[in-house]
Every structure is written in structure tokens, then in C-alpha cells.
């Protein structure tokens, strides 16, 4: 089965930019997408089809994807954006996430 | 508005069958670019997708849990229903309903609903 690979946490300062990285075997040329999800909440759809915002979902997230590694980009991180974020490919027809990280702002 | 509710048990026995419903408004099970899938995720562990279905019936499961799992829809209620035989403590979890678009992405999540596996 396909395995999605993420850092378990990544740490940012404010106002600087976080990258979180998803990797898979030629995950470039699948459609990616990526999930925030705060303490007692459901997760967000933050980012689809590799780079496309959601209406309601800040400019400063952004993503890529490439070869055999996808990226999250926050650029100017806010202390509201700490969480943890996911990675979700579509793989022989099922659903297949990342294992997550958890992004703290120092 | 599109929603979608989780219910269900909280707390199950070991060997019980879980049987979990969802309950969708703001769109229809019938429409072809959707479907309903249901993931879970243990306390304080990565999310696990386990089941979907679509509009035209076709259905998947996540290969592990295969054996164990069915799911299906009532159009005309606008519910999807997981069953997931033989439970086991470390099926502990928030169990999340959740619209897929596409056969692509998960746009709408459900509150999810915390299912205690314990004796």
C-alpha cells in the first residue's frame, strides 16, 4: 500500500515561514492535498489539488509538489496557525493520509 | 449549508459490532461528484481512512480492516452506515463522517464522535 511520509513536528518562530514536507514514491505525479487540525476540532481542508486555497484560507499557505515530495508552505506564521497538519493522497481507489506533524510557533 | 453528523455508541464491548451512522444536509448521496467517507483517528494519533461510498454504489475499504468493515446508504434518508465487527480496544477513537469531492479531496468533516472500546 502507498505510505505517505511527514516529519512529526516542525518548528517555526513567528513571522517566518514553516515548509512541511509529505513524501511518496512519485507522489508528484498524484493530486495532494493537506488538512489543519486544532485540539478538538475536525481537520480543515487547507490546500487541494497540490496548491489551490480553499475560500477562507489565508494567502500564506501555499504548496508544491514535485518528484517525491510534496510541501506545505505557511509563509509569516501566526500563533494561530499551530497544529497538526496531514497529507491525503487518493491511492488505488482509497483514501490514504500522512502521519501528520505538528507545527509549534516558538 | 452542507453538514454532515456522526452517532452512534460511545462506549462498546470487546467482540461487539460498532455500527455507526451519518447523516448528511446540503447535498445529496445521489449527486455523481460525491461521496461519504468515514475516518478514524486513536487519541493523540494520525488520522486512518477506513471506508467510502459513492453515488453509483461503489464502495472501498482500507485493506487492513477490510474483513471487518461494510458500509452503505440510504438515499432517500440522506445516511451512511458503518458497521465494524469485533472490536478491540485499539479501535478506540473519534470516528469522523466525511464528504469526499471529486475522488480527490475531503471538503466537509463531521464533528466526529469519541467510540471507548472497554470491557
Known amino acids: 500500500s502507498y505510505v505517505l511520509t511527514q516529519p512529526p513536528s516542525v518548528s517555526v518562530a513567528p513571522g517566518k515561514t514553516a515548509r512541511i514536507t509529505c513524501g511518496g514514491n512519485?507522489?508528484?505525479?498524484?493530486?495532494v492535498h493537506w488538512y489543519q487540525q486544532k485540539p478538538g476540532q475536525a481537520p480543515v481542508l487547507v490546500i487541494y489539488?497540490?496548491?489551490d486555497r480553499p475560500s477562507g484560507i489565508p494567502e500564506r499557505f501555499s504548496g508544491s509538489n514535485s518528484g517525491n515530495t510534496a510541501t506545505l508552505t505557511i509563509s509569516r506564521v501566526e500563533a494561530g496557525d499551530e497544529a497538526d497538519y496531514y497529507c491525503?493522497?487518493?491511492?488505488?481507489?482509497?483514501?490514504?493520509f500522512g502521519g501528520g506533524t505538528k507545527l509549534t510557533v516558538l | 449549508q452542507v453538514t454532515l453528523k456522526e452517532s452512534g455508541p460511545v462506549l462498546v464491548k470487546p467482540t461487539e459490532t460498532l455500527t455507526l451512522t451519518c447523516t448528511v444536509s446540503g447535498f445529496s448521496l445521489s449527486n455523481a461528484r460525491m461521496g461519504v467517507s468515514w475516518i478514524r483517528q486513536p487519541p493523540g494519533k494520525a488520522l486512518e481512512w477506513l471506508a467510502h461510498i459513492f453515488s453509483n454504489d461503489e464502495k472501498s475499504y482500507s485493506t487492513s480492516l477490510k474483513s471487518r468493515l461494510t458500509i452503505s446508504k440510504d438515499t432517500s434518508k440522506s445516511q451512511v452506515v458503518l458497521t465494524m465487527t469485533n472490536m478491540d480496544p485499539v479501535d478506540t477513537a473519534t470516528y469522523y463522517c466525511?464528504?469526499?469531492?471529486?475522488?480527490?479531496?475531503?471538503?466537509?468533516w463531521g464533528q466526529g464522535t469519541l467510540v471507548t472500546v472497554s470491557s
Open positions: 466525511a464528504r469526499i469531492l471529486d475522488t480527490a479531496m475531503v471538503d466537509y
Open positions: 489539488y497540490d496548491s
Open positions: 512519485n507522489i508528484g505525479s498524484k493530486s
Open positions: 491525503q493522497v487518493w491511492d488505488s481507489s482509497r483514501g490514504v
